[in-house]
């Protein structure tokens, strides 16, 4: 009786219809912003090229995952670093441009860390800030309290939540903010959740059923889903044996359900469950996670489940963002370069009804032209994978950089910490090789006893006796002078030595067999010892050809114009502008800096002289200006270049 009577009021409110969400399908941008600090954001991994081709292929709404309490600097205040909201405002950016809805995700998670009612302070002062920075946006723009809270009674997590909606509203009354359950945003939990005192919510949940097909080969569970090979929708026939080591375990009772939980009419019963509540409420529901773990399961497979759960939640008004666009339950074939016009997996594309743009064959070709490697940013084609190794890596260090914003900052490394840039795809320099071709970069030490590796891998091929060969320049004070000052290095490629390769738990020494043709890592490595109370400095790594300095004392002396972004930004009272002067026929040209107000009014002329080429850098107080959006412009000759700066009182 009980169960008949579930039934019927499932079936009585799913009649009745409930608020909608003004996006429908999405993508979670996993992966991106997930770091341990604003420092180690790659922005470059994706570009608002990949936004427009998203757009295109119907993509309406994007979650970007964001470890908020990661991001602040470690004050009482728990202030966010400006430089995420540097980032943030470039994504948002691109987001309001092509009119793609954009979902702030608190993603501060941890699998093995319980939510906590002592996260409150963080919670709601970070969120303050966050909102404070975007309350005059669009309403393209979207804030997500947290991601599946968990370990925490219902009630008290909704406490939680109502007070973080409480201080975004403070701050800004327009935006729509996300709100989900306890449980790890499960479905199951929605009906324990607060009527809240806020009128412009979007109710999310996570779907991850059943979690034996869905998770299989996860290595993070507790414990890890060694299963491979089970089928969607359930066949006995193609059924694998559960695992040993499994057996006893919570999954023995999933593997003996999954006859009738590996079928459509399981997900249509478990997400009738959210449909209720969010008819019975007339509240929007959106199913912000749902995804198939790649390596265990098959395409074929995959697609069925998600072309099942895509029509599933269609049929229930539910808007939806799969977890995730790049990544192991990602839309990419395996062992391709995550290129949309090469490595989209179609079948995957169309199961989520997706126009999948025409696929084709990726042709690699040898580089003939010199390129960038790290210019302020880690370029495009490049995607960081580095093991500090106890120490730290900040890709923006304000540290006097040579040229533009920022340098690389590597420090306090246990032995083989690294940086490691992998190219996708990978790249052919043989050419440049034989062309005399020359890593170019800048330097900046002030202890001569540090010693690294600056290396190339290529990649392993599979064939008998095949390994990740390694290529090799030892870079110590005898190749450069340490003393606190930049210095440039012209390393001509064919001046690195094998090394060897590190292979399967094994060393394997150099027998001739690097491959020029097939590069896939670039690496600055502490490997002939630690680090520890060490730092070097990193600017303009390049790979240059010989005609590009033909005299290394002119090179530096040779400058470009440039403006670079103010640093901090969002800034109260001071911020730094940093401006390059190019060389030109006349010693010296006139430099002019105002800053002006959104009416196009000159509020301040920070510089009005005349100067020579070089680089420079200017404080701009703003103690007299109230909060707002100002711009600030260089010009210098015929060349003029503006930025956006943001004063938060």
């Known amino acids: 009786m009980k169960n008949f009577t579930l039934f019927c009021l499932l079936l009585f409110v799913s009649n009745l219809s409930a608020a909608e ?23 470059t991994h994706f570009t608002k090229e990949d936004f427009r081709k998203l757009k295109e292929m119907g993509v309406d709404h994007l979650r970007l995952p964001v470890p908020l309490h990661d991001m602040t600097l470690n004050d009482e205040n728990y202030t966010v670093d400006p430089l995420l909201f540097f980032f943030l405002d ?66 008290l997590w909704n406490t939680m939540q109502q007070v973080a909606i409480d201080s975004i509203r403070s701050v800004d009354t327009t935006h729509t903010i996300v ?42 569970t507790d414990p890890p889903l060694t299963i491979a090979g089970v089928p969607y929708p359930y066949d006995a026939a193609r059924m694998p044996d559960l695992p040993s080591q499994l057996v006893g375990t919570w999954y023995s009772g999933s593997y003996n359900s999954y006859s009738f939980q590996g079928t459509r009419q399981y997900l249509a019963q478990q997400l ?71 490595d989209l997996n179609v079948p995957v594309i169309e199961a989520l009804a997706f126009n999948a743009p025409e696929q084709s064959e990726f042709q690699q070709k040898p580089d003939s032209s010199s390129f960038i490697i790290y210019d302020d940013y880690i370029n495009s084609g490049l995607v960081e994978n580095s093991n500090i190794a106890g120490g730290t890596i900040n890709y923006y260090s304000t540290e006097n950089p040579k ?17 490691s840039l992998q190219f996708r795809p990978i790249r052919n320099l043989e050419e440049l090789v034989a062309n005399n071709y020359r890593l170019d970069l800048w ?43 930049w210095q440039h290095l012209l390393i001509p490629l064919k001046n690195f030595t094998e ?45 240059t050809d010989p005609l590009t300095h033909l005299d290394d004392q002119n090179t530096t002396n040779s400058y470009s114009f440039h403006l670079s972004a103010n640093y901090p930004n969002p800034f109260n009272p001071e911020t730094v502008i940093r401006y390059q ?38 404080t701009f107080n703003a103690t007299d200006l109230s909060s707002g959006v100002y711009y600030y412009t260089l010009t210098a000759g015929s060349f003029k270049q503006s930025h956006k700066m943001l004063l938060m009182r």
């Open 443 to 485: 330097l900046n030490c002030s202890d001569p006893s540090v010693k690294l590796d600056i290396r190339f891998i290529d990649s392993k091929t599979g064939e008998t006796g095949d390994h990740p060969w390694r290529i090799r320049y030892t870079l110590d004070n005898t190749k450069a002078s340490f003393n606190g000052t």
């Open 179 to 220: 709100i989900g359950p306890a449980g790890w945003n499960s479905y199951n939990n929605l009906s324990q959740m607060l009527d809240y005192n806020d009128n412009n919510l979007i109710y999310t949940f996570h779907f991850y059923e059943p979690f034996l097909y869905t998770h299989q080969g996860a290595s993070w």
């Open 403 to 419: 040229e533009g914003q920022y340098c690389l900052r590597f420090a306090d490394a246990a032995q083989y910490g690294n940086i």
């Open 272 to 342: 009738d469950i959210a449909a209720a509540y969010g008819n019975l409420k007339n509240v929007a529901l959106w199913c912000g996670e749902f995804g198939a773990y790649i390596p265990n399961s098959t395409t074929e497979d995959r697609a069925r489940w998600l072309k099942d759960m895509r029509e599933l939640l269609e049929e229930r008004d539910m808007a939806w963002a799969m977890w995730e666009f790049d990544g192991g339950f990602g839309v990419f074939e395996q062992g391709g370069n995550n290129m949309i016009d090469y």
């Open 90 to 155: 470039q994504v948002v950016d691109w987001c309001e441009d092509l009119g793609l809805y954009i979902i702030i995700d608190n993603h501060s998670f941890d699998v093995n860390v319980s939510t906590s009612y002592s996260d409150l302070k963080v919670l709601t002062r970070t969120w303050k800030q966050v909102a404070d920075h975007f309350k005059d946006r669009s309403q393209l723009v979207c804030y997500e309290i947290l991601n599946e809270p968990h370990g925490i009674a219902d009630i």
């Open 499 to 543: 090394q060897g390769s590190w292979d399967n738990e094994q060393w394997f020494n150099p027998i001739g067999a690097y491959d020029w043709q097939q590069v896939q890592l670039f690496q600055i490595v502490a490997e002939e010892k630690s680090m520890s109370g060490m730092e070097i400095f990193f600017d303009q790594i390049r790979i």
């Open 581 to 618: 002067i190019g060389s030109t026929s006349a010693p010296t040209v006139m430099v002019s800096l105002k800053v002006y107000d959104v009416l196009g009014r000159e509020v301040k002329s920070v510089i009005q002289k005349e100067q020579a080429p070089g680089n420079y850098s200017v």
């Open 21 to 43: 969400t003004p996006f429908k399908r999405g993508f979670n941008m996993a992966g991106w912003f997930q770091t341990s600090s604003a420092q180690q954001i790659q922005l």
